[in-house]
């Protein structure tokens, strides 16, 4: 966990130093690179979100590439495509898939030009290379195809290409349509760089 930090640290650090601008009037780029680690915990998202957490054992290291297909509405909306390669340590060892096939996000905030803002979510399959330990303990069961979806707050310096991510990383039952129990949830920060 240690070099992880240390890892996104020294991202952060040459983000600062070497990103260059970009004009305000502009959008950033098309192509992003999301990279961000967290902790898995034993809640609902709705209690993970409220504050109400309980770590579980298990962390994950994910990197996930994202390309905006659409922008909408003078670009203060846009539709991406996201394909993320996760892997958990600790209590949970598996590899993971995601594959966020539906993603929206809002970029127009009217605090823009002192932080630069987007909100997102997005929607699609989850592969787990084995029946994820964690699911197990906290739902009795779990599948290795779940559906993923991800909550996304992004802010950073205006006019800059990178910015710090925090995320709700979920893998879900899909309301009983995939599997009857499975799925957790995950709270991580990181950064994305826009390229």
């Not at 983000?15 to 004009?23: G, P």
């Not at 905006?68 to 846009?78: G, M, V």
């Not at 809002?106 to 803002?117: A, C, G, I, M, R």
């Not at 129990?181 to 390229?195: P, V």
């Given at each position: 966990?240690?070099t992880v930090?240390?890892?996104i640290?020294?991202?952060?650090?040459i983000?600062?130093?070497?990103?260059?601008?970009?004009?305000q009037?502009?959008?950033?780029?098309?192509?992003?690179?999301?990279?961000?680690?967290g902790?898995?915990t034993?809640?609902?998202?709705?209690?993970?979100?409220?504050?109400?957490?309980?770590?579980?054992?298990?962390?994950?290291?994910?990197?996930?590439?994202?390309w905006?297909?659409?922008?909408?509405?003078?670009?203060?909306?846009?539709l991406?495509?996201?394909?993320?390669?996760?892997?958990y340590?600790?209590?949970?060892?598996n590899?993971?898939?995601n594959?966020?096939?539906?993603?929206?996000?809002?970029?127009?905030?009217?605090?823009?030009?002192?932080?630069?803002?987007?909100?997102a979510?997005?929607?699609?399959?989850?592969?787990?290379?084995?029946?994820?330990?964690?699911?197990?303990?906290?739902?009795?069961?779990?599948q290795?195809?779940?559906?993923?979806?991800?909550?996304?707050?992004?802010?950073?310096?205006?006019?800059?290409?990178?910015a710090?991510?925090?995320?709700?990383h979920?893998r879900?039952d899909?309301?009983?349509?995939v599997?009857d129990?499975?799925?957790?949830?995950?709270?991580?920060?990181?950064?994305?760089?826009?390229?």
């Open positions: 966990m240690k930090v240390t890892a640290s020294c991202c952060l650090a983000c600062l130093i070497t990103s260059t601008a970009i004009a009037e502009h959008v950033l780029p098309d192509h992003a690179l999301t990279i961000y680690t902790r898995v034993k809640d609902h998202w709705e209690e993970a979100l409220a504050g109400d957490i309980h770590f579980a054992d298990a962390y994950v290291v994910v990197g996930a590439m994202s905006t297909a659409k922008r909408f509405l003078d670009n203060a909306l846009s991406e495509l996201e394909g993320q390669v996760a892997k340590f600790n209590g949970q060892n590899w993971e898939f594959l966020p096939i539906v993603a929206v996000r809002w970029h127009d905030f009217p605090w823009d030009k002192y932080v630069n803002t987007s909100v979510w997005g929607i699609g399959p989850s592969y787990a290379t084995e029946k994820p330990t964690i699911e197990k303990e906290i739902n009795g069961s779990t290795e195809w779940l559906v993923y979806w991800f909550g996304e707050l992004t802010f950073g310096p205006p006019n800059r290409n990178w710090l991510s925090l995320r709700l979920h879900s899909g309301f009983d349509m599997t129990e499975g799925g957790a949830n995950t709270l991580a920060a990181g950064i994305k760089i826009h390229f």
